[in-house]
Each structure stands twice: as C-alpha cells, then as structure tokens.
C-alpha cells in the first residue's frame, strides 16, 4: 500500500510502499477513505518533543474513516462493507501504530464507531477531533446552561467546540485572529467574536477552552478569565506555555489538560452530525496533496478542517 512515512522531526515526509496489514485474531482491515489533518500534524516537524510518543518510522494521521474490507478471527460484530471511524485513543493510531497517512489501517474492534448510513464518510472525520471537542467542554470543562464559555480557535477542534457549548445551552465567545471566519463563528452560535482572547476579560468568562494551544494563547486565557473559572488546555500549537501563576492563584483558577477523550463522545457528535445540529466545515483535498496541506495549515492558509478524501 502507499503511505506517506513520518522518520524524524523537521524531516519531510516520505511517500513509501508498504505490505498491506493482514487483520489478526480482533481485529479488521480499515480501507481509509478520509483523514483529517490537524496542528498535531503540524508539530511533528517541529517539536522533538513529538519523538517521546512516536514508534519511528510511523504513518501520521489520527482522524480516520473508511470501510472494513478485512475481518480477523473471532470478529462477529463488524463485516466487510462496515462503514467506521477510529477511535484513535485505544491503540494512538498516527503516533505508536500506522495511521491514516495511508491507504489502509489495522484496528481493533474496540477501536472502532460505526458511521451513520446518511453521513459521508469525509463528514465522519470530524468524529475524531469532534469527540476531543466534546470532551473537553463536557467533561473537562463542565460547561452549564447559562455559563459564559470563552472559545480560543475556530478552526478544525474549536468549530465543534462552539456547537458543543451552544447545544449545551451556554452563552459562547470565540476568540479567532482570522476575521474570514468570523461570520462562520457566529453563524455557529458565538455571540461575540474577538481576536484575542484578552478583549474578552470584562465579559467574566466561566470557562475558557483553548483550541489553539500555542503558548501566548494559554497565558490570555488564564489572564482572561473570571474569577473561579475553569480553563482546559486542548490545543498543541506549542507544547509550552510561560503562565501568570499569581494570576492563577489570586483567582482561584482551575487549569486542567485534555487529550482526547472517550468513545461515548464520537458517538454523541456522529448523532449531532447526523442530525443536522453541528455542520463543519471543510475543504477536501487528495491523498499526493497531505504534504502540501500540512504546510498550508502551518502557515494559516486553512479554514475549517483540512481532510484528504481516497
């Protein structure tokens, strides 16, 4: 099979062939038909702090939908022609096992969610960084009907994190330096739109969720937020930030981290999907087009997700 190969930090990826995956005792063969790019792509290239997770050479790619088009033994629950998405938590596809940088994928079945009849399978993408969204203004940050929810980043992550909140009933703030996705932020439930979060403070936020994650957006959030407030990290633009603990402390902030977050939540945003409540959007590129993309989403030049449709 064709696989673009990730072998090192600020090394460029590698288009290679390799044997296609044969499924073993639990396990399927997933045919990819979509992969999401995302800024965690991007900070592979970047970040030595990436190689801690990698198993070198690896096939990137974490956002995955496609069809079963093999069944291991003892698989009684999914069969050929299964439309699925990944669960990428279970076995770090893109990061300790092949991703879906490539043309097929072996999965676990615990691995995997199945995918509305009605909904393309470019659409089921989203379930992946859909179930991060949803977990980090969920359960991480607890948002309430009524709360005022600070959005850092409308992009691929903070597009569904808008829909998340406004479907939970809060009153939702977007803070997004690109103003061409203003109007998209508000079509999506904001009532404000800003630049930086800091234009933000006197609204007296209860929780800020940061999609973007590159350091000086951590450090405005906290600087940001009301007293009592929660702010959840979820965004990997940088891996550190420099904070205002005294800030943190005086204001009795909570600071929690999330990465991912559990199957319950792709199933949730599927059925979102699939009934019409949350509508990303995207722009479909092709499988010799990944590189490229991943240099257009590093220097700005994407609105909304970025997803390679095979």
């Known amino acids: 099979m064709k696989a673009w190969q990730f072998t090192d930090t600020h090394a460029p990826l590698t288009l290679v062939e390799l044997p296609g995956p044969v499924p073993a005792s639990g396990q399927v063969v997933v045919a990819v038909k979509a992969v999401g790019i995302c800024h965690s792509d991007v900070g592979l290239f970047e970040d030595e702090k990436w190689l801690q997770l990698l198993s070198l050479p690896i096939v990137p790619g974490h956002e995955i939908a496609g069809e079963v088009v093999a069944v291991g033994s003892g698989v009684s629950e999914y069969v050929v022609g299964d439309r699925v998405a990944i669960w990428s938590m279970s076995e770090m596809h893109g990061y300790a096992s092949n991703g879906g940088?490539?043309?097929?994928?072996l999965a676990k079945t615990d691995s995997l969610v199945r995918v509305p009849d009605n909904l393309p399978l470019e659409m089921a993408v989203f379930a992946e960084p859909g179930m991060t969204a949803h977990a980090a203004v969920v359960t991480s940050g607890q948002v309430r009907p009524g709360q005022k929810v600070g959005i850092i980043g409308f992009?691929?992550?903070?597009?569904i994190g808008v829909r998340v909140a406004a479907l939970s009933g809060?009153?939702?703030f977007v803070a997004e330096i690109n103003e061409d996705a203003w109007g998209r932020a508000k079509d999506a439930g904001a009532e404000r739109v800003v630049k930086d979060?800091?234009?933000l403070a006197e609204e007296h936020l209860d929780v800020v969720v940061d999609f973007a994650g590159?350091?000086?957006t951590t450090a405005g959030a906290i600087a940001a937020i009301g007293h009592g407030g929660r702010v959840v990290q979820v965004g990997m633009g940088r891996l550190e930030a420099t904070i205002d603990t005294y800030a943190l402390m005086t204001k009795g902030i909570t600071l929690v981290g999330r990465a991912g977050g559990a199957k319950e939540s792709m199933k949730a945003v599927l059925d979102w999907m699939e009934c019409g409540d949350i509508q990303p959007a995207m722009e479909k590129i092709d499988f010799q087009s990944i590189p490229a993309g991943i240099h257009r989403l590093k220097?700005?030049?994407v609105s909304g997700r970025l997803v390679a449709v095979y």
């Open 299 to 301: 220097t700005g030049q």
């Open 214 to 216: 590159f350091g000086t």
């Open 101 to 105: 940088f490539g043309e097929f994928v």
């Open 155 to 159: 992009g691929g992550l903070g597009q």
């Open 170 to 172: 809060a009153r939702v």
């Open 197 to 199: 979060i800091g234009e």
